[in-house]
C-alpha cells in the first residue's frame, strides 16, 4: 500500500513492478511520479512543477483540480454508487437531457459508455444494425481508440501489432491532409475537393449498398490535427445523404469546447447521425463516454430491441461528474476562452515560425494544434518519419526529453509537437509554454538543411 510519506524511488518502483504502462516497452521506463494537479499545472513528489500542454492526452479540458467535481461526485456517492444499468438514476437522466440539449441538430438520445473507445465500438454496433450494411469507412490518418472495433478503424500504425486479426469491413480512405496531400494539390480546398472525389469512387468500388457509415473524427487530433477544409465534412454529409449511409462524428477528443465551440462539427455547419464523445465529457476526472444518436435512428428502436450493453453503463457517479463539468464549462465560459486563446495561440506560433527554420507548419482549431516540423521547409522533409524505427528517434526522443527537463507534459511524437492545454488556461500561460517550446524546437533546427 502506498502512503503519503512513501518517497518517490518506491512509489515509482511499485508502479514499475506490478503495473503495466501503454503503448511502451516496459523496461527502462521513468514515469513522472504526480501526486497532485491544479488548473494547468502537476506536481511531481519532488514539487517539480509541469505544465500541461496537451491536458493529460487532450481530455483534462476544465483543468485540474476542480472541488465542484468532487463536491459533486461525494453528492451522488452518498446517495447512490451503482446500480445496473436497467434503472432509471437522477444523474442519467439529468445528463442525457444536458446532452440532448447542448449536441447539434436532432440528435436526441445518448447511450452511455465507460470511454471513447467503447463509444467508437458501439456506434459502429448501432450502424450496422440500423442500416442493415456491413462496411465503415474511415480515415487513414486517424484514431478512434484502441479497443478491436476502434483500433480497426482508425489508421494509426499501432494496429499493426494486431492487424492480422482485426475487425472486418473497414475501408480506409485518404485525409484531406493539404500540407502533404496525397495529390499534389495546390491549396487546401483544391485537396478537399480531390479527397471528396476520391472518398466518392472508393465508395462506389465499395459498393454503396454495403457501407453502414463513413467515421471520421470532428477534428482530427493525434493524427496530427489535419485541418479540413472548409466544405469538407459538409460535402461528406451529403455524400451519406446520397446514398443512405449514416455520418459517425468522433467527438471524442474534439468535443466539449476543445476547438473554441461546444463541438467542432460545428465549425462545419453539420449535423451527424451518431456522435461519439467522452474525455471533455468529465474532463477525465471520472471514465464516461456517450454514443448519442439522432431521433430517427432512437425512434427505430421504439419497436425493436437495441442490441448493445455493458454493465457499467450510465454509472450514476460518473454522470454526476459528467453533469457539474458542463456546468463549470458553461457558467466559466471556458469554450468562448478557447477559442480566444486559440487566435492568441496562433499569433504567437507566427514568431516562432520566423525563429525556428524547421517549423514547417502550425495547424490548429481552438486549443487543439500540432507544430509539423521538417528538415528543409522546401522539400517537406520530416525531422523523424512517420511511423519511425527505434533508431530514427534521436530528433523526437531528444525533444521528448528536453520538454520534461524544462518542467512540461505534451504529446511528442515523431515530427509532431501537439498543443492542447486546458481551457482555463491565460496568455501568460501560453506564453510560458511557447518559451519551453522554442528551446525544445531548437533542437530540431540543429536538423535542418
Known amino acids: 500500500m502506498i502512503t503519503e510519506t512513501m518517497n518517490k524511488s518506491q512509489s515509482v518502483q511499485d508502479n514499475l513492478d506490478y503495473t503495466l504502462f501503454s503503448w511502451s516497452q516496459q523496461g527502462g521506463l521513468n514515469p513522472i511520479d504526480a501526486v497532485r494537479a491544479e488548473g494547468v499545472y502537476v506536481y511531481d513528489r519532488d514539487g517539480k512543477r509541469y505544465l500541461d500542454f496537451s491536458s493529460q492526452l487532450m481530455n483534462v479540458n476544465i483543468g485540474h483540480g476542480n472541488q465542484r467535481i468532487t463536491e459533486a461526485v461525494a453528492r451522488q456517492m452518498r446517495e447512490l454508487s451503482f446500480v ?13 437531457k444536458l446532452l440532448a440539449e447542448i449536441t447539434p441538430g436532432n440528435l436526441s438520445k445518448t447511450f452511455f ?3 471513447g473507445a467503447e463509444a467508437i465500438e458501439n456506434a459502429i454496433k448501432i450502424a450496422r444494425m440500423y442500416t442493415g450494411r456491413h462496411k465503415i469507412v474511415a480515415h487513414y490518418r486517424s484514431y478512434h481508440g484502441a479497443t478491436y472495433g476502434a483500433m480497426s478503424a482508425g489508421g494509426d500504425p499501432r494496429r499493426f501489432a494486431v492487424d492480422s486479426q482485426s475487425v472486418p469491413n473497414i475501408v480506409h480512405v485518404e485525409n484531406p491532409y493539404a500540407y502533404r496531400c496525397p495529390w499534389g494539390s495546390s491549396s487546401i480546398e483544391e485537396c478537399g475537393q480531390r479527397a471528396l472525389a476520391h472518398l466518392e469512387r472508393v465508395i462506389q468500388f465499395e459498393n454503396p449498398n454495403s457501407v453502414a457509415a463513413i467515421l471520421m473524427e470532428g477534428e482530427s487530433g493525434s493524427s496530427g ?10 460535402k461528406v454529409r451529403e455524400l451519406c445523404d446520397k446514398y443512405g449511409i449514416l455520418l459517425i462524428d468522433d467527438e471524442v477528443m474534439s468535443g466539449f469546447g476543445r476547438t473554441g465551440k461546444m463541438f467542432a462539427i460545428e465549425h462545419h455547419d453539420t449535423v451527424p447521425d451518431i456522435m461519439c464523445v467522452a474525455k471533455g465529457l468529465t474532463s477525465g476526472y471520472l471514465p464516461l463516454g456517450a454514443t448519442i444518436v439522432s431521433d430517427k435512428i432512437a425512434k427505430h428502436y421504439e419497436d ?12 450514476a457517479v460518473s454522470c454526476a461528474a459528467g453533469i457539474e463539468n458542463i456546468k463549470v464549462m458553461q457558467e466559466e465560459n471556458m469554450v468562448e476562452n478557447a477559442a480566444a486563446m486559440g487566435k492568441y495561440l496562433e499569433e504567437r506560433m507566427e514568431d516562432l515560425k520566423r ?3 524547421s517549423i514547417g507548419d502550425f495547424r490548429n482549431t481552438g486549443l487543439l494544434g500540432c507544430i509539423e516540423l521538417v528538415k528543409n521547409r522546401d522539400t517537406k522533409e520530416p525531422v523523424t518519419p512517420w511511423n519511425a524505427a527505434p533508431g530514427q528517434m534521436e530528433v523526437t526522443n531528444r525533444m521528448a526529453a528536453k520538454v520534461r527537463e524544462l518542467g512540461m507534459f505534451t504529446f511528442v511524437r515523431w515530427n509532431w509537437i501537439f498543443i492542447a492545454p486546458p481551457l482555463c488556461i491565460t496568455k501568460e500561460q501560453i506564453d510560458e509554454g511557447l518559451e519551453i517550446l522554442s528551446q525544445v524546437i531548437s533542437i530540431a533546427d540543429e536538423y535542418c538543411n
Open 355 to 357: 525563429k525556428h527554420p
Open 84 to 96: 445496473y444499468p436497467g434503472m432509471a438514476t437522477d444523474p442519467r437522466g439529468e445528463l442525457g
Open 225 to 234: 490535427c489535419i485541418k479540413y477544409p472548409p466544405f469538407y465534412l459538409k
Open 113 to 115: 459508455t465507460l470511454g
Open 304 to 315: 425493436k430491441p437495441l442490441a448493445i450493453g455493458l454493465t457499467y453503463s450510465a454509472h
